[in-house]
């Protein structure tokens, strides 16, 4: 048996999340059944994180137990043909210990939120962004988002079907940037809660535009209730960046 460990690139549009679902496709769904016509074996593709429906990955790290000896290079370009046309591809592959596991020995995960703060209608990166028509003051968001970086109870910002333990988690990074009509949002953590990042881009978002102050977030956090959120952003301009692991 080899243990392989996957990184992932994907659009999310088309598929239910990351995990498989009942009630539509996923991106875990389209590699198993890729990798079970490969091997004739059935498995479980192990990512390093969930995702939400819409939701699009630039390096999600993964693994995958496989019986049959094959090379990894093969094995990776076996399963690109097999996903073809999807828009889903692995971008490396390699053997790893057996006791690796994407998602539990994972230290750290990041994720990046893409604004276009522009009136005009999208076209390429429709579905690649959240397009925000009115004028985002950037610094305002970045001096709010610091607020929240640090050890905090985030249950403000966690969905009502979040299943982890304890709402309490450690913000290391919420930098907030402009490039043009490009607006990126950088976070990263341990680990986060169920729509965490959506539910702080939206809020900072208010306080971009006016609608909440520096004081408003601050409120929201301390609030520890879901009723307190302002505002949940759309999953489009949300990717998985990255996944860290122990040297």
Partial sequence: MTRFALTIEFDGRPYMGWQRQKHGPSVQQALEEAIQRITGQDCIVMGAGRTDAGVHAVAMRAHVDIEKPLPAFRFMEAINAQLRPAPIAVLACEEVAPEWHARFSCIGRSYEYRIINRRAPLTWD????WQYPKALDTDA??????????LHDFTTFRSAHCQAESPV???DKLDVSRHGQDIIIETAARSFLHHQVRSMVGCLVLVGVGRWTKDDLQGALQAADRAALGLNAPPDGLFFVNALYPA
């Fill in 126 to 129: 429709k579905g690649l962004c």
């Fill in 141 to 150: 968001m970045h001096d709010a988002a610091q607020l929240l970086i640090g």
């Fill in 169 to 171: 988690k450690t913000l």
